[in-house]
C-alpha cells in the first residue's frame, strides 16, 4: 500500500469517524429535547393542577360567604318583631 492510499484511507476513516460522532451527537441532543419537552409538559400538567386547585379554593370560598350572608339574614329575620299579629282571627267571608 503505498502512502497516498493509506492517506486516502486514513481519510476516508476520519469521514467515517467524524460521520458517527455527528450522529451520536444527532441522538443525543434529540434525547435531550424529548426530556425537556416531557419536563415542560409535567410542568404544564402542575400548572394545571394548580390553577384547578386555585379555582376550587375560590368556589369554596364564595359557598362560605354565601352562606354566612343567607345565616346572617337569617338571625337578622329571627331578632326583627313580627308584623303579622299572632291572635288574628279571620272571620270566614259569607257569599250572598
Known amino acids: 500500500m503505498t502512502l497516498a492510499e493509506k492517506g486516502e484511507q486514513a481519510r476516508q476513516e476520519s469521514a467515517k469517524f467524524e460521520q458517527t460522532q455527528l450522529q451520536k451527537a444527532r441522538e443525543a441532543a434529540k434525547t435531550t429535547s424529548d426530556r425537556e419537552q416531557e419536563i415542560l409538559a409535567k410542568s404544564q400538567s402542575n400548572d394545571w ?10 368556589q369554596s370560598d364564595e359557598r362560605l360567604t354565601r352562606q354566612q350572608k343567607y345565616l346572617q ?24
Do not use: F
Not at 393542577?49 to 375560590?58: D, I, M, P, S, V
Not at 337578622?76 to 282571627?89: C, G, L, M, Y
Open 49 to 58: 393542577e394548580a390553577q384547578q386547585l386555585e379555582k376550587a379554593r375560590a
Open 73 to 96: 339574614q337569617a338571625q337578622e329575620a329571627a331578632t326583627q318583631t313580627r308584623k303579622i299579629p299572632k291572635d288574628t282571627s279571620i272571620e270566614p267571608v259569607q257569599s250572598d
